[in-house]
C-alpha cells in the first residue's frame, strides 16, 4: 500500500532563510507520481509541482526547488530565502497503480511553514 | 485560467440531516474527485469518478455517501444523514489525462467547510 510521511509537523524560520521539507514516499509500483500542493491560511490547496518516477532530474522554479532520489524515496523540497507569503502547510501526494490516470492521491500528514517577519 | 469551483464554501447543518456539496471541475476534465481534511489533519481521499461511474472508493466512503454528475458540468457529493464525525473541509478536483493515459495534475477547488452540530 502507499504512504507518505512528512517527518517534520512544523517548522518556524525568519524571513529570507532556506527551508527544506522533507519527504519520504512508500509504493510497490515502479511507476507513480509524486506532488507537492500549498495550503495557505485560506484554506484551498494550491498544485505545485507533479514529479513522474522515471524523472530524476531536480526542478528550481524561482524560489523553489525540489529534489527527487528514489534510492531514499524522498522528494524534498526547499524554499529559498523564504517569505513571509511562504507561511502555510505544504503537503507531499502520491498517485501509483502504475502512473494511470484518474488514480487517487495520498498525502502526507503535512509540514506547517511559519515565516516570521 | 479555468479553476474547480465549490458551494457552498461553508454549511452548518443538525445531525441526521442531508447535505449536498456542489463542484463544478474543469471542464475537458474527464476525472473527477472528492476529499476530505478534518481540521488539522491530512487531506484523505473519498472517491473518484470517470465516466458516469465510480472508479475507486475508500473505507470513508460508505452507504451514507454518493456521488453525482446530474448534467454536463455539476459533480455532486450528497451525505444522507450527517454525522458529527463528518464536520469537516470537503474538497472537489479534477484531472485530465497525460499522453499514454497517465496521471495528469488533480486541480483542487476551494473546498466547502462542513460543520455537522
Known amino acids: 500500500a502507499q504512504k507518505v510521511t512528512q517527518a517534520q509537523t512544523e517548522i518556524s524560520v525568519v524571513e529570507k532563510e532556506d527551508v527544506t521539507l522533507d519527504c519520504v514516499y512508500e509504493t510497490r509500483d515502479t511507476t507513480y507520481y509524486l506532488f507537492w500542493y500549498k495550503q495557505p491560511p485560506s484554506g484551498e490547496l494550491v498544485f505545485l509541482i507533479r514529479r513522474n518516477s522515471f524523472d530524476e532530474q531536480n526542478e528550481i522554479s524561482g524560489r523553489y526547488s525540489w529534489n527527487f532520489q528514489k534510492s531514499t524515496s524522498s522528494f524534498n523540497f526547499t524554499i529559498t530565502a523564504s517569505q513571509v507569503v511562504d507561511s502555510a502547510v505544504y503537503f507531499c501526494a502520491l498517485s501509483e497503480a502504475g502512473g494511470a490516470a484518474g488514480n487517487k492521491l495520498t498525502f502526507g500528514g503535512g509540514t506547517r511553514v511559519l515565516v516570521k517577519p | 485560467e479555468p479553476e474547480v469551483t465549490q458551494t457552498p464554501s461553508h454549511q452548518v447543518t443538525q445531525m441526521g440531516q442531508e447535505v449536498i456539496l456542489r463542484c463544478v471541475p474543469i471542464s475537458n476534465h474527464l476525472y473527477f474527485y472528492w476529499y476530505r481534511q478534518i481540521l488539522g489533519q491530512k487531506v484523505e481521499f473519498l472517491v473518484s469518478?470517470?465516466?458516469?461511474?465510480?472508479?475507486?472508493k475508500s473505507e470513508i466512503f460508505d452507504d451514507q455517501f454518493s456521488v453525482e454528475r446530474p448534467d454536463g458540468s455539476n459533480f455532486t457529493l450528497k451525505i444522507r444523514s450527517t454525522k458529527l464525525e463528518d464536520s469537516a473541509m470537503y474538497f472537489c478536483a479534477s484531472s485530465d489525462v497525460a499522453g499514454g493515459g497517465y496521471q495528469e495534475t488533480q486541480y483542487f477547488g476551494p473546498g466547502t467547510r462542513l460543520l455537522v452540530l
Open positions: 469518478f470517470y465516466n458516469n461511474e465510480i472508479s475507486e
